[in-house]
Structures are given as C-alpha cells and as structure tokens.
C-alpha cells in the first residue's frame, strides 16, 4: 500500500490504522453527487456512500452514512437515535465539524469525533465507496470498518430517490 492519489486526513486515518483501501479519481462536478462519480467509475450508485452531516433539535452534530441512491428520512432516525428532531447542517457549519469541504467529507479522520449512523444496508455490501476526504476522490473500502473505527451504529433510515 504505498503513497496514493494525495494524502488527506482521511487516507492519514486508514494508513495509520493499517486499513487497505483503493484510490479512485474523477472529475468533480458541483451538484453532480453519487450518481456522477458512479457513472465517472462505472460504479452501482448504490454502493457509492454519502456521508451526511447533520445535527439534533440541540444542534449537536451527527454523521449519517447512506447508499448514493437513497435519502435519509430524518423521522426515522431520530426515532432510532433518540432524538426529537434532525435536520442537514449548513455547508459551512458542516465543514465547521468536520475539516471538509462539502462535496469532499469523508467519515473518516474528521477535525473532531462525531456520531456516526450508517445505514444497516450498507453493511450488507461486500466493499463500498466513500469520500476520500476531497472532491473528485473515492475510497474503496470494506464497510464493517464503518464499525471497527467509528464505532457506527446501524439504523434503518434509507428512502428510495
């Protein structure tokens, strides 16, 4: 596994946790999300992950982890987390968390711990694609390692785009 792509915070945090990963490059395109890097890597939209910042009715932030092709219905994971309310964080708020630019978060070696909810499909799928930590970069990882370093918590709150 030697020096990649570039190193951000993110593939510092898997190096360091002597975590393998692929690097996958393409051409970041504004409001073009999952379904452009999918279709760029010739990837299933599915097993390409969004990492969602949000936060509580007490504004404590919060990661969620959902399938490219999926939404987050914020009812059923406040229910699920045991919170009245959760809605998505400002751009510049969520890049306030986590180190990140929006477009290029990764869940991975954020400025701070956070709470980190992944959706229990996720964990079903053989080897998934998150953010490397900047835009136009995608990691190719096994999902369990959501658990193993994040310590996060499955839920069911995926709802089909």
Known sequence: MGRGVSETPATQFLRRSNVPFGEHVYAWIEHGGTAESARQLGLDEHAVVKTLVMQDEARQPLVVLMHGDCKVSTKNLARQTARKAIEACRPDV???????????????????????????????????????????????????RFIDLLGAQPVHCALRD
């Open 94 to 144: 969520a890049q306030r968390h986590t180190g990140y630019q929006v477009g290029g978060t990764s869940p991975f070696g954020m400025r701070k711990p956070l709470p980190v909810y992944v959706e229990a499909g996720i964990l079903e799928l053989e080897e998934i694609y998150v953010n490397g930590g900047r835009r136009g970069y995608l990691l190719s990882i096994a999902p369990h």
